[in-house]
């Protein structure tokens, strides 16, 4: 994905980018949001991304700077609530950031944390309560997003084409396949209407 960063280009024509490539890799290394990326490391798989209007491999080597960021989860936890101190969010269920899950999981985390405390004056009760509401359903994400991510029918339609052209999406997969998968994951992630 590539996305300017201001609408202004320069008198030379430049403008001020910021691009995002997501490789897997069987290598892992200690994560760290601040190491530097390696060229070799995903130049590979872009060669031949030269379009009429734009020159990938040319952006790429021209970086300023490249950061390798770990797309990462964690096997769930047992428990979040240690005496009056809970976690909520990434720090209590860090996800693959597919599909919004981290910012949808946190906010589902904050209102029924809101609502524990609401009906509950006894604060190390409330978050227990909190805890035993949503433990169970975000480890249940974690573990889902693993097989089949919010974004397995990107997966589904690229292997049903070899990643080749098509016109219409419904040649590819019908559109009772799409609402089922899509169905199926806002289930197990609390954003269906029920």
């Not at 949808?104 to 509401?133: F, G, H, M, S, T």
Request: proline share 8%; aromatic share 8%; net charge negative.
């Amino acid at each position: 994905m590539i996305y300017p960063i201001r609408d202004n280009v320069d008198a030379a024509g430049s403008q001020l980018i910021n691009w995002v490539a997501e490789i897997e890799t069987p290598r892992h290394r200690r994560r760290d949001w601040n190491r530097r990326g390696r060229l070799d490391d995903f130049l590979p798989a872009f060669a031949d991304w030269r379009f009429d209007w734009l020159d990938v491999p040319g952006l790429v080597r021209n970086a300023d700077a490249i950061l390798e960021f770990p797309m990462v989860d964690q096997d769930p936890l047992p428990g979040w609530s240690f005496g009056r101190v809970t976690l909520l969010g990434d720090a209590a269920h860090p996800m693959v950031p597919r599909g919004s899950n981290g910012a949808d999981q946190a906010i589902l985390d904050a209102v029924a944390l809101a609502q524990c405390l609401a009906a509950n004056p006894n604060p190390v009760a409330a978050l227990k309560d909190y805890e035993d509401r949503r433990l169970a359903a975000t480890s249940k994400i974690v573990v889902t997003n693993r097989e089949t991510p919010p974004d397995a029918i990107l997966r589904e339609v690229y292997l049903r084409t070899g990643d080749k052209p098509f016109a219409n999406i419904e040649d590819v997969i019908s559109p009772a396949e799409l609402s089922a998968l899509s169905a199926g994951y806002k289930r197990i992630s609390g954003q269906d209407k029920a």
